[in-house]
């Protein structure tokens, strides 16, 4: 399984009046998995744990979309990111730490770590420059 944690999204758009109800949509293959809506908040902090079953590490690629709920219509997409899990799932890396850096390649907003722990977990932390 992979285990994702939603933490935080700081200076979101304005989408309604005067603020955002933002939430996020995470995707991995066919599976979906959404954070709960926070209401009124441009600096929004979820700090929700979302869980996906990995069949497979063929796909790799983490979709990420921020959303605005509307109670009156569609909800308005604030922006999106992916991130590629690869390095993540790589079975033959033999060092305990990897750093990948930001690029015109990916949407990482400052370098993301992955490190292995004792129990043979993985743990990458990654901050996102979100796509408008």
């Known amino acids: 399984n992979l285990k994702v944690q939603v933490v935080m999204a700081s200076d979101l758009p304005v989408r309604d009046f005067r603020s955002s109800d933002p939430y996020v949509k995470l995707t991995l293959g066919s599976a979906m998995k959404k954070t709960r809506v926070m209401s009124d908040n441009l600096n929004p902090v979820w700090r929700e744990d979302l869980?996906?079953?990995?069949?497979?590490?063929d796909c790799c690629l983490l979709k990420v979309e921020v959303w605005d709920s509307d109670a009156w219509g569609p909800d308005d997409r604030m922006g999106d990111a992916e991130i590629d899990l690869k390095p993540l799932f790589e079975k033959e890396r033999k060092q305990k730490k990897l750093v990948v850096s930001p690029c015109k390649e990916n949407c990482l907003y400052r370098d993301s770590i992955i490190i292995q722990r004792g129990d043979g977990r993985r743990v990458q932390e990654v901050w996102l420059k979100l796509r408008k």
């Open 51 to 57: 869980t996906f079953p990995v069949k497979n590490t």
